[in-house]
């Protein structure tokens, strides 16, 4: 079974636009992971945020979390056509639950 | 190289058959873990493996699946007398220790069963 669940399940955007993507967990956590997968390829670790954190930044990432609402939510600000991808919010608990992630589009 | 490697990165094989799935993991990294990950989805976890001990797999679907890693390095998922539900990704993951780590993951060997 999944822990997270992202919110939308697919957002297209324009390049220079911001992304704004939110996750839902259920239990408690140690930490929130973000992560972005290309089509075809493996996941990559983009940034993580623990229980006591709410708000964390890395470049153009921007990733809150209230624990009080059991929810997180990952800013991609200036996006580019690169940033073209599917990302999934991750909750680890020894094994890493993920949800079905959010098929983000960015439009040249 | 310095990521995880899996191989092979295709598989098809016919129902029935016997698979078997490598993944090296990064040099030095305790944890490894294995999901599977079908289209359209998320990774769904399989088990974990912290050195050569499995210490979850609860996410294996059924007994035709097994994992292990010997020497807590390199390690393999079998999957016995195979169906087509079983066509996935299956990815691999390590990382320095513990499951709270982020993790590295392989680009993922693709099963197709016909």
């Known amino acids: 079974s999944q822990q997270g669940e992202e919110d939308p399940q697919a957002l297209s955007i324009q390049e220079g636009e911001n992304a704004t993507m939110n996750c839902s967990y259920k239990?408690?956590?140690?930490?929130l992971q973000w992560y972005r997968q290309n089509s075809g390829r493996g996941l990559v670790h983009l940034i993580l945020?623990?229980?006591?954190?709410r708000e964390k930044h890395s470049g153009r990432l921007r990733v809150t979390l209230d624990t009080s609402k059991k929810s997180s939510s990952l800013l991609i600000t200036a996006s580019r056509a690169a940033d073209t991808a599917s990302y999934f919010c991750?909750?680890?608990?020894?094994?890493?639950?993920f949800g079905a992630g959010t098929r983000l589009t960015v439009k040249p | 190289g310095a990521g995880v490697s899996q191989s092979p990165r295709y598989k098809v094989a016919k129902r029935g058959q016997d698979v078997a799935l490598r993944c090296d993991p990064i040099?030095?990294?305790?944890?490894l873990f294995w999901y599977q990950q079908a289209l359209g989805q998320g990774p769904e976890f399989l088990t974990y493996?912290?050195?050569?001990?499995?210490?979850?797999k609860s996410g294996l679907p059924s007994d035709r699946f097994f994992a292990e890693r010997p020497e807590g390095s390199v390690s393999t998922l079998k999957i016995q007398r195979t169906q087509q539900e079983d066509s996935a990704v299956y990815l691999c993951?390590?990382?320095?220790?513990?499951?709270?780590?982020?993790?590295?993951f392989g680009d993922g060997t693709r099963l197709s069963i016909l």
């Open positions: 993951a390590s990382s320095l220790s513990g499951g709270n780590q982020p993790q590295h």
């Open positions: 239990t408690s956590i140690n930490n």
């Open positions: 945020i623990r229980s006591n954190e």
């Open positions: 991750a909750t680890p608990n020894n094994d890493m639950r």
């Open positions: 040099s030095g990294h305790v944890s």
């Open positions: 493996f912290q050195n050569e001990a499995q210490l979850d």
